[in-house]
């Protein structure tokens, strides 16, 4: 850790520590109206901001930042907020997965060139957490996080209902023609009553909840609701806290440890989180230094048990979440199964900062001799000739009588063939057929959108099917549910065998043995791939950005982060 003693980083902008004039810094930042003896060498904070209107989910982070402002003054500091890209997830396309390394480049370069000490992260909507721990790890200079909080729980005649996983439900039910447009009107306007995230565990609440798990959120942070007058006096006192951080010299390297990732991966099996949490935590992993690899969230995550009843693996939404305990009180019912260690950014470790969390709902947050799934809760890591780099499925979101299973391939070659044959009457397709969707991966989208939960033929959602096998290289909303195969790397567009797989092969899920085999002969594979044409890349590239991400984006086995990012380059400006 820095020395107490060591001279503050923003002295060297206006201090003249660095041996640079210092007044150009001081006379421009006077138009802000400060005193002169505001650039004493207190700690400067940074409040990373991504409140955008295009991101309805991180509305009230303006707001949320003067609270932290709040917290960072009384704590002896000087607060300075300033905004980065946002992501908005239900209106960014091609998909906001596609723009994380972009907007974490952003939050990393803004702290990075800045005269700055530390900095508060504001997040909520999806790829906005993981994007600023990204960025923060990157710079490694003192941080915490806050994030926005869950939207309101919705009532739609009568029922409870949750952001996404009840929104696919719905949307099957009008596809089946048991729900009609006028009540499917009436859902839309009720559907996102509230400022805040998604309210089921989907990935932003996932991500909140492996952020605090992380270590990089006070205790109690992921869960509080967005509106909650509890989240503002929280920010408070996180702004008070960074302050401290900035002085005991604090960072996110010394929070982030091998041993918080892997309490990361535990409580997101706890809480059924989203798989989208294994993309992120091995981005974030990379980022700060610490090996993590696929294998490590089957072998870390298998002997956890789902103790969190929320949607979609479950019945609740997160207001009941909070009201239960939240994370705290699943750290503690996870009690020996996690490491007494590292600090948090709250100066204690995340089980000795839970020692005293109660539970208020047994039914939401069960204990651990009576969880909802005792094994097998967590993400399943699968191999075999169709994934040799590896594949993901979420057993608890997933159908059992289909978590082994043999049929036929029905495949599409990318989402627009996808779209122009699903519901066509004469697909030759079964309830035992698994679908196959290629070209959905990082490169080949590009940005590995949310489309892996694909939704059924209209004529077996009609005919009563709930739930497929579907096989494909992209990633799924942390909403959905389905026996879903996700992340298949290599993806079919850097040619990994899925590129060669043809309606009718043979395909077998095997989850209890992590098997994911295609039932084609290798000579036979290896002539499919010297026959293959080119691969298939949806779109041109664009120059720009696009062709930097293709060029430089991993597999999801690597978390899909850019190869140049992998590492951390620590404080110091470029000069
Ligand atoms: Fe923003 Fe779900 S759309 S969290």
């Known amino acids: 850790m820095t020395p107490a003693s060591t001279p503050s980083r923003s002295k060297r902008w ?15 930042m006077n138009k802000e109206g400060f005193p002169p003896d505001e650039f004493d060498g207190r700690p400067i904070v940074g409040i990373c901001n991504s409140w955008s209107e295009l991101t309805p989910c991180n509305l009230h982070l303006r707001r949320l930042a003067e609270s932290v402002k709040r917290g960072v003054f009384e704590a002896g500091g000087l607060p300075v907020e300033f905004p980065t890209m946002s992501l908005g997830e239900t209106l960014m396309r091609p998909t906001t997965m596609f723009y994380r390394n972009l907007m974490s480049m952003d939050v990393e370069e803004s702290i990075r060139g800045n005269p700055i000490d530390g900095v ?13 721990l990204m960025g923060a790890a ?51 306007l009720a559907f996102a009553r509230s400022t805040g995230h998604c309210n089921t565990m989907g990935t932003a609440s996932t ?56 309490n990361a991966i535990r409580v997101n099996v706890a809480i059924g989180g989203s798989t989208n949490a294994v993309v992120h935590l091995l981005a974030l992993a990379g980022r700060v230094g610490v090996p993590l690899d696929l294998e490590d969230f089957d072998r870390i995550g298998r002997d956890v048990p789902l103790l969190v009843n929320l949607k979609p693996s479950g019945a609740y939404l997160m207001e009941e979440f909070f009201a239960a305990g939240g994370v705290p009180a699943v750290v503690r019912e996870l009690g020996d199964l996690l490491h007494d260690g590292p600090a948090t950014v709250s100066g204690v470790s995340l089980v000795a900062g839970s020692a005293e969390a109660a ?35 979420k057993p608890s979101a997933a159908t059992p009588a289909l978590m082994r299973h043999h049929g036929r391939a029905v495949v599409f070659e990318d989402i627009d063939d996808y779209l122009a044959r699903i519901d066509d009457p004469a697909l030759d397709v079964d309830a035992d ?11 080949g989208y590009p940005g590995m959108p949310e489309v892996g939960n694909f939704p059924l033929p209209r004529k077996l959602i009609a005919a009563g099917v709930k739930d497929m096998v579907r096989i494909s290289d992209a990633r799924m909303s942390g909403t959905a549910y389905g026996t879903v195969v996700l992340h298949v790397a290599p993806e079919s567009a850097a040619g990994g065998p899925l590129a060669f797989v043809r309606d009718g092969d043979a395909i077998e899920l095997d989850v209890p043995e992590r098997r994911l085999e295609l039932g084609v002969g290798d000579a036979e594979l290896r002539s499919r791939a010297a026959t293959r044409a080119a691969i298939t890349r949806n779109g041109t590239s664009g120059g720009g950005y696009t062709e930097l991400y293709r060029r430089h984006v991993m597999q999801a086995d690597r978390g899909a982060d850019f190869d140049f990012l992998v590492g951390c380059r620590g404080e110091a400006p470029v000069r």
């Open 14 to 28: 206006f201090a003249h520590a660095d041996g640079k004039p210092a007044w150009p810094h001081r006379v421009f």
């Open 120 to 132: 508060v992260l504001l997040a909520g909507c999806d790829k906005t957490t993981p994007a600023q």
């Open 138 to 188: 990157s710079v490694d200079l003192p941080a915490i996080m806050v994030t926005g909080g869950p939207m309101l729980n919705v009532t739609f005649r009568g029922e409870i209902v949750g952001s996404g996983t009840d929104l696919w439900r719905f949307q099957d039910e009008v596809k089946a023609g048991r729900m009609s447009p006028a009540e499917w009107d009436e859902l839309e």
């Open 207 to 262: 991500m909140a909840s492996v952020a605090e798990a992380l270590g990089m959120t006070l205790a109690g942070n992921a869960a509080i609701p967005a509106v909650d007058s509890r989240r503002y006096a929280l920010a408070q006192r996180s702004g008070r806290r960074i302050v401290e951080l900035i002085r005991e010299g604090v960072r996110p390297s010394h929070v982030m440890t091998r041993q918080a990732f892997e």
């Open 359 to 393: 539970c208020w709902n047994r039914e939401v947050i069960r204990e651990r001799a009576q969880p909802l799934l005792a094994e097998g809760a967590g993400i399943a890591v699968l191999r075999g000739n169709l994934a040799p780099n590896g594949a993901v499925i």
């Open 433 to 443: 057929c698994v679908l196959v969707l290629k070209g959905a991966g990082p490169q």
